[in-house]
């Protein structure tokens, strides 16, 4: 992941100047540039999530993560697109995309390493016939 958003800080400048040309070419070399860093960044997510949630809470954890995230980035980034471009023209979105490639590099390093945490150790929720036991009469 650390590879993908480093490299897609570089992408994300070195994009949009390439799309600009206008040709088809063009369009497929920066088509190929940004979904190539875009792979290496977000491939490992699906495994990476869960990890982050103890045994009880991955499911929902993760689910919320990802999808939150995709609804906040979805619909922010091309409002702010649009404005970019219309003020500064198509480099502003590089460096625009740059910057929240540096910010997901950044939040990727503040994650905690998991690699020696047992993932397989759960204390498992109370049960009907528990929760009913300590019930009031």
């Known amino acids: 992941m650390l590879s993908g958003n ?7 400048i ?6 600009d ?3 088809a070419w063009a369009f497929g070399l920066g088509l190929c540039l940004v979904l190539g860093v875009v792979g290496f960044a977000y491939g490992p997510v699906g495994a990476m ?3 982050l949630f103890s045994a009880q809470y991955r499911y929902t ?3 919320l993560a990802y999808n939150l995230a995709g609804v906040i980035g979805g619909a922010i980034t091309p409002l702010v697109a649009t404005a ?9 979105l590089g460096f625009y995309l740059a910057f929240l490639a540096l910010v997901s590099t950044l939040a990727t390093l503040g994650l905690r ?17 528990e929760d009913l036991q300590g019930a009031p009469q």
């Open 21 to 23: 040309m206008g040709s």
């Open 14 to 19: 070195i994009a949009f100047p390439v799309l």
């Open 84 to 92: 970019l471009v219309g003020s500064f023209g198509s480099i502003a």
């Open 49 to 51: 999530l869960p990890e």
């Open 61 to 63: 954890g993760a689910g």
């Open 6 to 12: 480093i490299a897609s800080i570089a992408i994300g």
């Open 113 to 129: 390493d998991t690699r020696h945490v047992d993932m397989v150790t759960v204390v498992p929720p109370a049960t009907a016939a």
